[in-house]
């Protein structure tokens, strides 16, 4: 017997699965699809913007630490600072922006699957939504009057059973240059904020401290952007912080 498709046997779309069973898997799936650098939520330039801030206050502050010492002026500290930070700035856009590329092509690709099964398994994507509107409190005509409407619409099908299905929302995804531009503002912003109180206060202190509040700021978003709790996201991620500033700084007691 001959085998064009894996997917061309009626059971095969399911793999030995009820539908229920199917659901539930691919459900799975999309949530593991639209895991990010970020999050599971989908970034954003806000928190692009947040997510670079707090990368960049801790960075700046580990290697305006590491060049103290060597530095022979203050201005050649802050000369060294300024252009390490424009090498940093560029980095955390562009990596931004190729994570926003990337997952354009990976939902793309979830995109054109899907079709596929659409087009060529539509009774099984019928019962994968029966089973779906059916969870929802669908039930007899009323159930069937919708199946019937979305099977009409391949395009309203298709979004549907990727938002449905995967746990993937199209309506959120938004374009990479502008997450990249988000990066770009949130390290230019802690760049500034750190070095111009630097410069004015001359006081390793005062870099600290303004690195922990960028930083607890920057957790106490990102943590309001994905509905968690603010005060252990504060904490954890000044603490974390302290706790890499605090290494380098003892480890730059001992010499070899």
């Not at 669908?138 to 069937?144: A, D, I, Q, V």
């Not at 957790?219 to 005060?231: S, T, W």
Request: proline share 3%; with cysteine; aromatic share 8%.
């Amino acid at each position: 017997m001959s085998h064009s498709h894996p997917h061309s046997h009626p059971h095969s779309h399911f793999h030995g699965k009820n539908a229920i069973e199917h659901v539930a898997e691919a459900q799975a799936e999309g949530i593991i699809s639209s895991v990010e650098v970020h999050g599971t939520e989908v970034p954003g330039h806000i928190t692009a913007a947040a997510d670079a801030a707090r990368d960049t206050a801790l960075v700046l502050l580990l290697v305006g630490t590491l060049l103290s010492p060597l530095a022979p002026t203050f201005l050649s500290l802050i000369h060294g600072l300024i252009v390490f930070a424009v090498g940093w700035i560029l980095w955390k856009s562009g990596r931004s922006a190729w994570l926003g590329w990337s997952r354009l092509e990976r939902l793309h690709r979830v995109l054109e699957q899907e079709k596929w099964e659409i087009e060529h398994h539509r009774e099984q994507e019928r019962e994968e939504l029966k089973v779906l509107y059916a969870a929802k409190g669908f039930e007899g005509r009323l159930l069937e009057d919708v199946l019937d409407v979305l099977m009409a619409d391949g395009d309203r099908l298709l979004k549907v059973m990727v938002e449905e299905e995967l746990g993937l929302s199209l309506h959120s995804q938004e374009h990479p240059l502008k997450q990249s531009l988000g990066a770009f503002f949130g390290s230019c912003l802690a760049v500034f904020l750190l070095l111009i109180a630097f410069y004015f206060t001359a006081s390793i202190g005062v870099l600290v401290t303004m690195t922990f509040l960028v930083m607890g700021c920057c957790g106490m978003l990102l943590a309001y952007k994905a509905q968690n709790r603010l005060i252990p996201a504060i904490i954890w991620n000044v603490a974390m912080g302290m706790l890499s500033y605090a290494v380098v700084y003892f480890l730059m007691g001992y010499e070899s």
